[in-house]
């Protein structure tokens, strides 16, 4: 247990209430999939869950077997949409590991044989890019 409290202002929070756009790709009653506004490789995406928590530590348990399918379904699409030759799923919890926003969160990235990742760098990729990156695996989910 982190110890920390949930601060509902955080941007994933704010993401949840409408308040910060997104370039949303799936959403359901438990979770929020969207495009990573500083993706590490194209098709760079997050699942979310709708409930407040830090990240895994101090998740309701009763969550995350409603969000793992999300991350494989998305992982599946954004592979098949990217033509990636894998995926690479990512889950940081605390400043030790990387975790840099308070909100459970999964990075589903696409990869490619002999490319390395980008860094997350604060860099924003171009909101059209992301348009149409987030429309290839809506696509392929409609299939």
Do not use: W
């Not at 500083?38 to 409930?51: A, D, F, N, T």
């Not at 975790?99 to 760098?121: A, D, M, N, W």
């Amino acid at each position: 247990m982190s110890g920390q409290a949930y601060d509902p202002n955080n941007i994933f929070g704010k993401i949840l209430r409408g308040e910060i756009p997104c370039h949303r790709i799936y959403e359901d009653d438990d979770t929020l999939a969207f495009m990573d506004v500083m993706p590490q490789s194209p098709g760079h995406l997050l699942v979310i869950p709708k409930v407040p928590s830090r990240n895994i530590l101090d998740a309701d348990p009763a969550v995350l077997p409603k969000l793992i399918p999300v991350v494989q379904k998305l992982a599946k699409a954004a592979k098949e949409a990217f033509e990636a030759d894998g995926i690479t799923v990512i889950q940081f919890n605390e400043p030790a590991s990387g975790q840099t926003v308070y909100h459970l969160h999964f990075h589903v990235i696409p990869r490619y044989e002999g490319l390395p990742l980008k860094p997350h760098s604060g860099q924003m990729e171009d909101g059209n890019v992301l348009a149409a990156n987030a429309e290839k695996i809506i696509g392929i989910l409609g299939n």
